[in-house]
């Protein structure tokens, strides 16, 4: 045997090691540590603060390109072609950030779906190592006398080992039974990817509802333009012949200012007219996810064109709905997924019955006081099934089915007020739009009506037979009736859009907004 020294090296004192170890200990902390000076919040509720790395964030985000990527998807805005409302939408659906938001999503949830099947599986893995140990056990010398029972310590040393060890293995692991836990959680999963993929819809269908709307604001932002020309052209036409009147002695000063003063009315009403259809393009735009700067022609909406009339009853059309509402299939799918959850919270009061192996080769070498290693290599191996049970855990279980019991009966009534905005909702879509249909045969004989009246009291002014009176409020009453004209088409188009959100039709796959036909 190797004796070690009797007596320990000489050393430095150790409150010099305990002061040198602390010192390293904190040289290491102050040069790993990065420094958080600037981690904290604004130092008052009272002004804006700018955070000391700020400036950084900005330059980052300046440079970095947030824009809708039109030219990855195919898409390129051509300045010189004129986009009809299918060919909008198309673009929408491509371009918009929201539909790549909900597709991924989506995805996110299909994955969770793969997830929760994983557990069906068993699990395999392999694992290999080497390892080295020197190892020391110490022993005293002993010492006999001076009588026969007194024995002392007169010296010690040290036993050394040391130990090679190579290992490989293969560890296999199945869960055989846990009474309906990963159904449950499969079946949520699929309920929350049924809701994720109903919800992409919805918004497609927002999105074919926006620019379908800003497509019918553009037209009618348009036709207002030609209907504020028209009045401008018409009060051009009166204050010529109040100052023909006034020139030949027939009329009185007011008479020519009145007419001047609803010539400039006019023309400020074109103007005001012309801003309102440069803000509705800048919508349309917006709406279809490209920037507000892109230039897009828009095709025009034929006047005699409108969306027919239905010929489904109310009650119909609300069965429909209630029936495909991309909102409403998510609040049920919720549903669904909720009962999962509360069947896997029961599935946790069950035993797990487990299957474990494991096999592969051990290599132990060992060597003692310098000797010659001694060892070998042999198979390991091991199998055996399981059962696992908590019998307590202070009330967890109960916790959890509690409350995926509450979130049950919240998604159960969340599904029933939806359903009674849902009938709300195409009960009074279905209403505004028959309205709208019939008003627009009392606003065209209202604007004939008023077109005749005008050109009749514009005669008479004209020949001495009638005042300024009359023709001014005839041409106010005309330009009100033409406006009100172009009230009633927006809210037929606007209706229409609406009912079929309403319904849920613009969410189905190949749906198309209300089509034009000749009344």
Known sequence: MRQSPSSPPRSAPPHLWLERLGATALATCLCGIPAFGGDEAPPSAFKP????????YEKELAQSDTGPATEAEGIAIDPGKVYDLQELIDIAERTNPQTRSAWERACQAAAAVGLSRSAYYPTLAASAGAAYERAFTPFPSLTQGPGPADVSIAGGGTLVAEAALERAAVAFRWLLLDFGERKAAT???????????VSFNAVHQQIVFAVTRRFYELNVARQRVTVA???VDAAAVVAQSARARLEHGLAIKPESLLAEQQSAQAAFDLEAARGALSDAETALV?????RPTAQVRVAEVPEDAFPGTSAISA????DRALSQRPDLVARFAEVRARQAEVDKARAAFYPKVVLDANAGYTRLDVSIEDSKYFGGTEPVYGAGVFLHWSIFDGFARRRRLDAAESELRAAQASLADSRNSVIREVAKARTDFETALRKRESAAKLVAASDSAFDAFLEAYRRGVGTYVEVGTAQRDLAAA????IDTRSAIYTSAAALAVAVGDLARAGATPPPYVKP
């Not at 999963?189 to 993929?197: D, I, P, V």
């Not at 009650?315 to 609300?318: N, T």
């Open 49 to 56: 603060w700018y955070p000391p790395e700020l400036g950084a």
């Open 286 to 290: 917006e709406s279809l996810g490209v």
């Open 482 to 485: 033409r406006s009100l004209e």
């Open 187 to 197: 079946t949520s999963a699929r309920e929350w990817l049924m809701a994720a993929n």
């Open 229 to 231: 020309q028209t009045a």
């Open 315 to 318: 009650d119909e059309l609300i």
